[in-house]
Nanobody, 127 residues
Framework: QVQMVESGGGLVQAGDSLRLSCVAS????????AAWFRQTPGKEREFLGG????????KYADSVKGRFTISRDDADTTIYLQMNNLEPEDTAAYFC????????????????????WGQGTQVTVSS
């Protein structure tokens, strides 16, 4: 079993930056690929970005490419999401997710592919 806990959300203004953190525990962190998703009320959870277990492969949704960066620190068992130039449309609950993965496998974008989830952290961007 894996526990994942997000932090770093809050209320910011358009154009600001935030860095979200997700600490994983309960299983060797280096066996996990990971991703960030977000969700607004009444909508499906949206894939934002993913990072391979090795850390050298990432991919992003078109909606955040160039503004968001996902990274990992195996020593701290933490996944990060750096968000720059935030827009009101980025307002959502943000979730990290993990799955056991092959070393260089680029993680999937589908929600159902991830068995491990955090509880979410709210990001609100005012105009």
């Amino acid at each position: 079993q894996v526990q994942m806990v997000e932090s770093g959300g809050g209320l910011v203004q358009a154009g600001d930056s935030l860095r979200l953190s997700c600490v994983a525990s309960g299983r060797t962190f280096s066996t996990l690929g990971a991703a960030w998703f977000r969700q607004t009320p009444g909508k499906e959870r949206e894939f934002l970005g993913g990072i391979s277990r090795s850390g050298d492969k990432t991919k992003y949704a078109d909606s955040v490419k160039g503004r968001f960066t996902i990274s990992r620190d195996d020593a701290d068992t933490t996944i990060y999401l750096q968000m720059n130039n935030l827009e009101p449309e980025d307002t959502a609950a943000y979730f990290c997710a993990g799955r056991v993965s092959a070393l260089n496998f680029l993680v999937p974008t589908e929600v159902r592919a991830y068995p491990y989830w955090g509880q979410g952290t709210q990001v609100t961007v005012s105009s």
